[in-house]
């Protein structure tokens, strides 16, 4: 429910902000706006099925209001093409007053409007989340004294739990969030260049790793090949699981299972899971005091525990300058990310089926715990996405409308009502099939677990 209310509210503001860029640009140039929606007021993409709205109220040329289709929103601009496939008013004479009237130049920024607005705010968001969050830093000096963790994905590339990671396609690797630079890790002919048992030695990261990724990432974790070591506590005991019965207490280091020595978490993770279904002696430092347990690990090679970070990373906090130079170029390496996966999509590099999803695994990104900053994270990435998706050159989003006024101002020639309304019709059913795929993508997904 949570993660939902969450969906929603990020939604709500991104939707909005987005048709207000449409709506203040049509104003500028005196186009008359008869609609502004949060939400659609009938069955999208079916204009005629179900047509009301929570609640809508009429100021001056325009009705406000608020659907009951819980996704997308729309303005309706006298004399346009658009979902509301309001025909007969095409049929008209022009009036000065609306949007076919104007000259394309004035037709184009209304229809980049939206995606203006929406860089704007993706780019505000991660600018002050920088200022104010600090940017965590973790030299890999410091985690290379030990070497990285490999998970089986990071296993399954080439690397080995204790490589030092020293470069990423060449270049130096100065903090591990460097390492983890999905835009390079991602890049064709990707390699790290690692120092293991004194040596030096690449391992090359595989073509379809992203597509790897993907499809894990569709499991209840999320994906991991590598981390850092992390020293570690108990942060909370589950209710009713091995870990409480064993007396294992929040604030607990856990030093020592089955005479296996503990100093971070991955080799807790080991050792759980080379006993699972076994009762092992755990040894803990309660307060000082060493207490010895017996606890049952069970058939996943787990205990019931939430484990806390011990680990004393820094955040350095910028000065607004530093933070607007770094929030932006965070911003726009998800647009970049965005470009690069469908790229691979269409490369045949990464299946669909993997990483095309619906609200469903938008929605399950959030945490199932209120965070203000994790919810301000992922509207922020949610607006650059969206940005992105719209300004994709498919009939019916904005990039379609985009393409036909380049035309126009290139060639001189406007491409007739009927023209535009067949590829808007077009575009709806392209996208209505794209949000059918991606639902049943994460249907099977829920089933198939």
């Known amino acids: 429910m949570i993660q939902a209310l969450q969906l929603i509210l990020s939604l709500g503001i991104l939707v909005a902000l987005h048709e207000f860029g449409h709506f203040a640009a049509a104003r500028i140039f005196k186009i008359r706006v008869e609609r502004f929606y949060l939400f659609f007021d009938f069955l999208f993409p079916l204009p005629n099925v179900l047509n009301f709205a929570l609640w809508k109220k009429k100021i001056g040329d325009t009705e406000y209001g608020l659907g009951w289709f819980p996704m997308g929103g729309y303005v309706k601009i006298a004399g346009m093409v658009d979902e509301s496939m309001d025909l007969e008013q095409m049929a008209q004479e022009p009036q000065p007053w609306e949007f076919r009237s104007k000259p394309a130049w004035q037709r184009l920024i209304v229809m980049l409007g939206g995606i203006i607005v929406n860089i704007i705010l993706g780019v505000f968001i991660f600018i002050n989340l920088t200022f104010f969050m600090g940017k965590r830093v973790l030299p890999m000096s410091e985690i290379n004294k030990t070497g990285i963790v490999a998970y089986e994905l990071g296993e399954l590339i080439g690397l080995k739990t204790g490589d030092k990671i020293l470069a990423l396609n060449g270049e130096p690797v100065i903090e591990y969030s460097d390492v983890l630079d999905m835009n390079k890790v991602l890049d064709d002919n990707s390699y790290y260049t690692v120092e293991r048992n004194g ?29 850092h070591p992390w020293p570690f506590a108990v942060d909370s005991v589950l209710p009713n699981m091995n870990a409480e019965k064993a007396g294992l207490k929040k604030g607990d280091k856990i030093i020592d299972v089955a005479a296996n020595k503990i100093s971070y978490f991955h080799e807790l993770q080991n050792v759980l899971k080379i006993n699972k279904g076994k009762k092992v002696s755990i040894k803990v430092d309660r307060n000082g005091e060493i207490k010895d347990l017996q606890a049952q690990i069970d058939k996943n090679g787990k205990i019931g525990f939430a484990p806390k970070s011990l680990l004393k990373d820094s955040a350095i906090y910028l000065s607004y300058s530093e933070s607007m130079v770094v929030g932006t170029k965070e911003a726009f390496g998800i647009v970049f990310m965005q470009a690069k996966g469908i790229s691979k999509i269409f490369s045949g590099q990464i299946n669909p089926k993997n990483s095309v999803g619906s609200v469903v695994s938008i929605a399950k990104q959030f945490p199932t715990e209120w965070s203000w900053p ?34 126009e101002m290139i060639t001189g020639r406007k491409p007739s009502d009927k023209f535009l309304e067949g590829a808007q019709k077009v575009g709806t059913v392209l996208l209505l099939t794209l949000m059918v795929y991606a639902l049943s993508n994460d249907i099977t997904n829920i089933f198939m677990k």
């Open 199 to 227: 040596a030096k030695k690449k391992v090359y990261i595989p073509s379809d790793f992203a597509d790897i990724l993907a499809e894990n990432s569709r499991k209840d974790e999320p994906a991991r090949f590598i981390d």
């Open 374 to 407: 994790a919810f301000w994270m992922l509207t922020g990435l949610l607006s650059m996405a969206l940005a992105f998706m719209n300004f994709l050159p498919i009939p019916a989003l904005d990039g379609g409308h985009v393409v036909f006024l380049l035309y």
